[in-house]
C-alpha cells in the first residue's frame, strides 16, 4: 500500500502536474520547458507501472487501497489547484 501512495503521488506530480500546470509543476515548465515532454512521458509511463501494482494488491484490500488512491489523488491534484488560484488571487 506504501508503494502505490507513492506511485500515485509521483503520477500526480509528473503526469497530471504536466498536462495541467498548477503551482510548482507551473514553475519546473516555465523555468525548464523542455522538461515538460520527458515528464509526461515519464508520467505516462510510471502511470501504467502504478496501475500495474494497484491490480497486483490482493483481492481483499483492493476495494480499500482503491479508494484509499483516489482520496490521495484527488488530495495532491486537488490541492496544488485550489493554492494555486488562491495565490493568484492574492496577487491580484
Request: proline residues 3%.
Amino acid at each position: 500500500m506504501f508503494l502505490t501512495l507513492n506511485l500515485c503521488e509521483i503520477v500526480s506530480y509528473l503526469l497530471i502536474g504536466s498536462l495541467y500546470l498548477a503551482s510548482d509543476m507551473a514553475i519546473v515548465a516555465q523555468e525548464y520547458p523542455r522538461l515538460r515532454i520527458p515528464n509526461l512521458m515519464a508520467g505516462f509511463l510510471l502511470a501504467a507501472v502504478y496501475i500495474w501494482v494497484l491490480i497486483q494488491v490482493p483481492a481483499a484490500f483492493q476495494g480499500f487501497a482503491l479508494v484509499w488512491n483516489l482520496v490521495t489523488l484527488l488530495s495532491m491534484c486537488g490541492g496544488r489547484i485550489v493554492f494555486s488560484l488562491l495565490h493568484r488571487q492574492a496577487k491580484n
